[in-house]
T-cell receptor, first 112, second 113 residues
Framework: QKEVEQNSGPLSVPEGAIASLNCTYS??????FFWYRQYSGKSPELIMF????GDKEDGRFTAQLNKASQYVSLLIRDSQPSDSATYLC????????????FGAGTRLAVHP | DAGITQSPRYKITETGRQVTLMCHQT?????MFWYRQDLGHGLRLIYY???????DKGEVPDGYVVSRSKTENFPLTLESATRSQTSVYFC????????????FGSGTRLTVV
């Protein structure tokens, strides 16, 4: 069974620090990788996606992908209290079942 | 309004009743999905559709029925609601199989009493 694993947290970081969120996946042939942000009581919102090994930067967010080690991470620089949310990692696996598989999410708390 | 909308936003129903959750999107996306979200389980796929009149089961389909007679609508029906179906339900859509991710509706919080 194809799986996506995340530490549930909470991950607590001070305002202005770098938050590092990690995700591992089981399907070595997975093609696309996504990070969603979900505020309490709201729906998931796509914030980053990455397809190739290496880093992808978008403003304060950097997604990192290492296919050999089967992990993807999200770095949030200069963390703000407004970044406090649950971050969901999602993976598009290979083969016939190519629907997004989500991890259970990591709760991030940024304190002033 | 443009986008993907779900209704109702909140629903309380009794065990054994039939209930339908609605999902409507205005982008003409081919793919639509129903997920449920529960504490400790994350998002789990119930059913998906690749086009009008094409639907298939996801990870947790038991007790649910879907239809897709029009591209823009993808209703989810609980034929005989059970307490274990108390959850938050999200509809999502995508123009393709998901290479660029899915866009989610605002969700329906369903409570079965």
């Amino acid at each position: 069974q194809k799986e996506v694993e995340q530490n549930s947290g909470p991950l607590s970081v001070p305002e202005g620090a770098i938050a590092s969120l990690n995700c591992t996946y089981s399907d070595r042939g997975s093609q696309s990788f996504f990070w969603y942000r979900q505020y309490s009581g709201k729906s998931p919102e796509l914030i980053m996606f990455i397809y190739s090994n290496g880093d992808k930067e978008d403003g304060r967010f950097t997604a990192q992908l290492n296919k050999a080690s089967q992990y993807v991470s999200l770095l949030i620089r200069d963390s703000q209290p407004s970044d406090s949310a649950t971050y969901l990692c999602a993976v598009l696996p290979s083969g016939g079942y190519n629907k997004l598989i989500f991890g259970a999410g990591t709760r991030l708390a940024v304190h002033p | 309004d443009a986008g993907i909308t779900q209704s109702p936003r909140y629903k309380i129903t009794e065990t054994g009743r039939q209930v339908t959750l609605m999902c409507h999107q205005t982008w003409s996306h081919s793919y639509m999905f129903w997920y449920r979200q529960d504490l400790g389980h994350g998002l789990r796929l119930i059913y998906y559709s690749a086009a009008a009149d094409i639907t298939d089961k996801g990870e947790v389909p038991d007790g649910y029925v879907v239809s897709r007679s029009k591209t823009e609508n993808f209703p989810l029906t609980l034929e005989s609601a059970t307490r274990s179906q108390t959850s938050v339900y999200f509809c999502a859509s995508s123009p393709d199989r998901g290479k660029n991710g899915y866009t989610f509706g605002s969700g329906t919080r369903l409570t079965v009493v």
